[in-house]
């Protein structure tokens, strides 16, 4: 049975087991906008709705047709978590020095797990620091990870707030960010996405979008981690003004999706900021 045909018969099952909200670069380290190099594979399933414009159409042959069905099998894997998000899939990459077929899942705690799409195989597992902190609470992500164009990295979300780059051969951190200084109150949900050399990141509320919360749209370097860009949905545009303390929807479940044939850009002519007691404070330099 062809590996496309897996992604969509794959199966995963669980194993049992006040202050405002504000986006903060890790300002030490520095960036660069130029993206990898592009190496494809159009087996590929890379993200969620499996392109940066959420099309949700694959141009790939996934050998499922109606001669195929009496001969595909269900195959269930015991996962170390709960995954409540998509999976992504990457053909024949190196993973422990071999090449692999591989999904790679975020679980409802952070764990992202990469899988042998032949024998269900956990390949490697990689624990957020400071995991069981938040493990069995009510801090969880949603978020479906999304991989470099260059297949050697995956970058995944985390409910202390954290973007992390992951390496795709062993599961290492090659770096990680936090996009929010409030993770008990802002969750991370949407779909990650890949832009030109950019991971997009959203922060929104948790069940019942109770204040205070800020919802964001966060531009990160995928190179180094840098937080670049940081849109607030409550008040990018007034600097200085009064904010009222109240929820604000930044986007769907199903992730954000950068505009066609444009450049990942700020919202406004000012810098990013993030919302602090009702004030604008801004947290990037001024490109």
């Known amino acids: 049975m062809s590996q496309i045909a897996r992604f969509f018969a794959f199966a995963f099952v669980a194993a049992c087991g006040a202050s405002n909200g504000a986006a903060i670069p890790d300002s030490t380290k520095g960036g660069s906008t130029t993206p990898p190099p592009v190496a494809v594979d159009s087996r ?48 024949g990459v190196s993973v422990g020095g071999a090449t692999h077929d591989v999904f790679f899942v975020t679980t409802s705690y952070g764990k992202t797990i990469a899988i042998d799409a032949n024998s269900g195989a956990t390949l490697w597992e990689f624990t957020p620091p400071g ?17 470099d164009p260059d297949r050697t990295a995956i970058y995944s979300a985390s409910p202390d707030g954290h973007i992390q780059k992951l390496a795709v051969a062993d599961g290492h951190s090659i770096w990680s960010t936090t996009i929010t200084m409030l993770p008990t109150r802002e969750k991370i949900a949407s779909a990650l996405n890949y832009s030109r050399g950019h991971v997009i990141a959203v922060t929104g509320g948790y069940i019942g979008d109770a204040p205070p919360y800020q919802g964001h749209v966060v531009l ?30 930044v986007t769907r479940r199903s992730g954000v999706a950068p505009a066609p044939s444009s450049t990942p850009r700020r919202e406004t002519s000012s810098s990013p900021r993030a919302m602090r007691s009702g004030t604008a404070t801004r947290i990037g330099a001024t490109p």
Not at 46 to 61: I, L
Not at 134 to 141: F, K
């Open 220 to 249: 990160l370097d995928a190179a180094s981690g840098q937080l670049l860009h940081v849109w607030n949905s409550l008040c990018s545009d007034r600097a200085g003004s009064s904010i009222r303390r109240r929820a604000a929807r």
């Open 44 to 91: 590929d399933w890379t993200r969620f709705n499996v392109d940066e414009a959420r099309s949700g159409v694959f141009a790939g042959t996934t050998a499922i047709t109606a001669a195929a069905l009496a001969t595909m099998q269900r195959q269930q894997v015991t996962l170390d978590g709960t995954v409540d998000a998509s999976p992504i899939y990457l053909h």
């Open 131 to 147: 995991y069981s902190q938040w493990a069995g609470t009510s801090r969880i992500t949603n978020a479906t990870p999304v991989a």
